[in-house]
């Protein structure tokens, strides 16, 4: 039998790694790159293009707990492998459209991509084939998926400066084309561990089930916003607080290295810490970055990028592994979309929101992601192991 029980965890995480990465340098990450070019051209103002970003970010909130849920049924591979031509349908909607009524339909295309074929299916599907040993292929998948901003927004930068931005649009739509969709077909069909349909006997000593679900939802939510608000606007953000745009780029380049060294350093002491640890000196790192941004400026980009790195590259694996930490493997795919949709909502508001911020005053922005974050901490604090 082919597929990942065959291939084991660690193949499984490779797999879905390589997927993750281009899936989110096609999506997370153009905006930043690319909003610019976009509203030059179809005449409109960047406002515009995050706006249409946001909607199709929306989707994912009204979709993330019935996806889930199938997954817990039927398994992730045909949902990662049709994300994959979604997703390129989507972008090669991007690259033919003229008008922005067209525009705003390719991106809603590209939300029913997302919400199909980022990580929240991924982690669904690896805890659905390997139940509480999930944990440790969810970190690799985070590892390798880790240099999507690293690898994107470089790439799609060259691709636009040499192609155009419709260009650099049929660059990634072929990457799903060629590259992800082979690798999510040769996943294991269904679902090889099925779970039972409802949840075990509660444990003496857990955390309440509802209450705890709140308090994720806020504390995800919290760095939901932030991660949607930064990824869409990092670049231009470092030279709206004084760096040149080769070292707002230079630094935003380093926060794929910082994630990855921040999940190198939770999967070498996976065993011995709890993910509710990891989840909040996730949330505690965006603050002291942006303290150092807003006191230092253009001289502290690179702090303040390496730092939301590791925070960010963090909170991606506690989204997946406090959950089943705290609840266990049954209904984890149903459950995890519930968690999920909070943040889903705020995600697709916060690029248009920090946008709009941006133009009051760079430091303001940064001050309210900040102050979420803060939020966000305070949520986890109040969570029992």
């Known amino acids: 039998m082919n597929g990942p029980l065959t291939w084991g965890p660690r193949r499984a995480g490779l797999t879905l790694g390589v997927t993750q990465t281009i899936a989110y340098a096609a999506s997370s990450y153009l905006p930043a790159i690319l909003a610019t070019r976009m509203a030059a051209d179809l005449k409109v103002t960047p406002a515009f293009v995050f706006g249409a970003y946001s909607a199709a970010l929306l989707l994912l909130a009204f979709l993330a707990q019935p996806l889930g849920r199938r997954v817990d049924r039927v398994g992730g591979r045909g949902l990662l492998a049709a994300s994959s031509l979604v997703f390129a349908a989507g972008l090669i909607g991007l690259a033919l459209c003229r008008t922005p009524l067209q525009f705003c339909a390719a991106w809603m295309i590209m939300g029913l991509g997302m919400a199909t074929g980022l990580y929240d299916i991924a982690f669904a599907a690896l805890v659905d084939w390997f139940g509480p040993e999930g944990r440790r292929p969810i970190t690799g998948v985070t590892l390798i998926a880790g240099f999507a901003s690293t690898i994107g927004w470089p790439l799609t930068s060259w691709m636009a400066d040499h192609e155009g931005w419709r260009g650099a649009c049929l660059f990634w ?186 133009q009051v005053s760079p430091a303001l922005a940064v001050v309210a992601l900040a102050s979420l974050c803060v939020l966000g901490l305070g949520c986890l604090l109040a969570i029992r192991r």
């Open 173 to 358: 739509a072929g990457a799903h084309l060629l590259v992800a969709l082979p690798l999510h077909l040769s996943l294991q069909r269904g679902g090889a561990r099925r779970l039972p349909a409802s949840p075990p006997a509660p444990i003496e000593g857990a955390p309440d089930p509802t209450r705890a679900m709140i308090l994720l939802a806020v504390a995800f939510g919290a760095m939901a916003a932030v991660g949607s608000a930064i990824s869409a606007h990092l670049p231009p953000l470092l030279v709206a607080v004084g760096a040149t745009p080769v070292a707002a780029l230079a630094a935003a380049a380093l926060v794929g290295p910082a994630q990855v060294a921040a999940r190198l350093g939770e999967f070498a002491i996976v065993r011995r810490i709890h993910p509710l640890d990891s989840a909040r000196l996730a949330l505690a790192l965006f603050p002291l970055g942006a303290a150092l941004l807003l006191s230092g400026g253009g001289a502290f980009v690179a702090p303040f990028a390496i730092l939301y790195g590791c925070g960010n590259g963090l909170i991606t694996i506690a989204r997946g592994s406090v959950p089943l930490a705290l609840f266990g493997a049954a209904g984890y795919g149903a459950r995890l979309g519930l968690i999920a949709i909070p943040g889903r909502v705020v995600q697709a508001i916060a690029p248009l929101a920090f946008a709009l911020l941006m």
